[in-house]
């Protein structure tokens, strides 16, 4: 039996399977058995109430999961899926509430990851798949960063290799008149703007009296190290650093650094340096570092994605691991 054909066995028995995608590995359950999703819950550690992605294998199958879908979120579709683009749409009834959090709406998206295709079509069905961590810590990016996480908590993990894009996709609201972006990723505001003829809004700019869909990823605290994370601009870096710190920064490390201190040198256009966050906050988290210093990032949209993981990775950071 193949790994393909093992998987689609244990999804079938309501089992979870990590799979690999091209934003980061997700923790897969058959979207349309309440039992076998509620252990996705009970891995990570998740909220009850915080919604899920389910995972397609064709456009063709929106209409299994969305009704009232608009003409945009056709275009879209054809335009960026296979890809990292989650679509919020009104969810049809045979949807189980606890993969929208009890909502009325439904997100959906096609990963463009080979062995993640190969899965769903096997499957012939919906996967709802988190991120394969325990809640609110780094995503993960290879198959050995989920087996950090989660070990036995999963019963087979599909390796994928590394991680395309490292990011979480970009969550799009269709849901209303005005289509939000919820969730920064690699497909911005200007590439939707290109098809559908209009900018999306963005979810700081929503009226406090039509509040968004809840969706994943837009917690607070989010994507956090154990050990505390600062943001602190390029110019103040290096009169902020002390010994036992671990520096992520876009500049070179000055010669007159601290002693004991780790810095290591990022990427400086947004697309790789989003492709080794996760890696590398994972690689500083392990360190023994009593502080992790990161470099602010430009405020430029093109950087927003690694800019929200970042924010949501500070306030989340210096925690014990959940129970």
Partial sequence: MSDIQRAVALLRQGELVALPTETVYGLGADALNPDAVAKIF?????PSDHPLIVHLADAGELTVWARDIPREAIALARAFWP????????????????????QDTVGLRVPSHPVALELLRAFGSGVAAP???????????????????????????????????????????LSRDVPVILRPGAIGADDIARVIG????????????????????????????RTPLELVVGSALAAHVQSGDAVLA???????????????????????????????LRSLDASGCARLLVEAPPSQPEWAAVADRLGRAAVGSGADEET
């Fill in 131 to 173: 991120s394969a961590n325990r809640f609110g810590r780094i995503s993960p990016t290879t198959a050995e960063h989920v087996r950090q996480e989660l070990g036995d908590r999963v019963s087979l993990i599909l390796d994928g290799g590394p991680c395309q894009v490292g990011l979480e996709s970009t969550i799009l609201d």
């Fill in 83 to 102: 890809g990292p683009l989650t679509l919020i749409l009104k969810k049809e009834d045979g949807v189980p509430d606890i993969v929208t959090g009890g």
């Fill in 250 to 280: 876009r500049i070179p490390a000055p010669t007159d650094l601290p002693a004991g201190v780790l810095w290591i040198e990022a990427p400086a256009d947004p697309a790789n340096y989003g492709h080794d966050l996760y890696a590398r």
């Fill in 42 to 46: 009970a891995a990570k550690g998740r």
């Fill in 198 to 225: 209009r900018r999306p809004r963005l979810r700081g700019e929503l009226d406090e009296a039509s509040p968004a869909p809840r969706v994943s990823g837009a917690l607070a605290a989010h994507y956090a190290p």
